[in-house]
């Protein structure tokens, strides 16, 4: 069955140092998509980035990398030079082509603190 | 920008009261879904529509009713509230009706206690 697991259930840096978010999932389609967003105190959600499951190749934007290893099952989220603003719950999400409930797949998310 | 509007913001609730809860977007987008989120779990879906007229249940969709009679609506009504609904509703659209390849746009949220 499908299933998304972030261990990693809280984390607390300090301001500039790096920090990467674990994300492993299970899947048995060949295609599927895997998504994360973040979700700042103030409750909403917003989405971050989208890989589809035949594009292996890292993504950067500015401080935010993503390492997407089809090898693992892993899709890592790293922020670079963290900031206080970065301080959010962050959702590893899944979702199968072959899925007609067209569901998304949740991961329990990672509460990522940054100190000042 | 609107995008998805969620009403109301907080609401408290008796338990076997009923209620609705609103979402309304404006991005003329085919899927609409609601979602409770409770502490470790992450999101759980509720109900979805993939268009105006055709709803479906997600994982868990007891104790909610929704409709869809236009586009931009997507009402969530709790038949008879419990304290187990105690929760934050998230209602969510994306573009594609085929969504799993499309990002979620979400509103603001509801929290919702049932005392």
């Known amino acids: 069955a499908q299933k998304v697991t972030q261990a990693q259930t809280e984390i607390s840096v300090v301001e500039k140092e790096d920090v990467t978010l674990d994300c492993v999932y299970e899947t048995r389609d060949t295609t599927y998509y895997l998504f994360w967003y973040k979700q700042p105190p103030s409750g909403e959600l917003v989405f971050l980035i989208r890989r589809n499951s035949f594009d292996e190749q890292n993504e950067i934007s500015g401080r935010y990398s993503w390492n997407f290893q089809k090898s693992t099952s892993s899709f890592n989220f790293t922020i670079t030079a963290s900031q206080v603003v970065d301080s959010a719950v962050y959702f590893c999400a899944l979702s199968e082509m072959g899925d007609s409930n067209y569901q998304l797949i949740w991961g329990a998310g990672t509460k990522l603190i940054i100190k000042p | 920008n609107a995008g998805v509007t969620q009403t109301p913001k907080f609401q408290v609730l008796k338990t076997g009261q009923s209620m609705t809860l609103q979402c309304a977007q404006d991005?003329?987008?085919?899927?609409m879904s609601w979602y409770r989120q409770d502490p470790g779990m992450g999101l759980r879906l509720i109900h979805y529509s993939v268009g105006a007229g055709i709803t479906d249940q997600g994982e868990v969709p007891n104790g909610y009713n929704v409709s869809r009679s236009t586009t931009e609506d997507f009402p969530l009504r709790l038949l008879s509230a419990a304290p187990s609904q105690t929760s934050v509703y998230f209602c969510?659209?994306?573009?594609?009706?085929?969504?799993?390849?499309?990002?979620?746009?979400f509103g603001n949220g509801t929290r919702l206690t049932v005392t």
């Open positions: 991005m003329n987008h085919e899927y």
């Open positions: 969510a659209s994306s573009s594609d009706s085929l969504s799993y390849n499309s990002p979620l746009h």
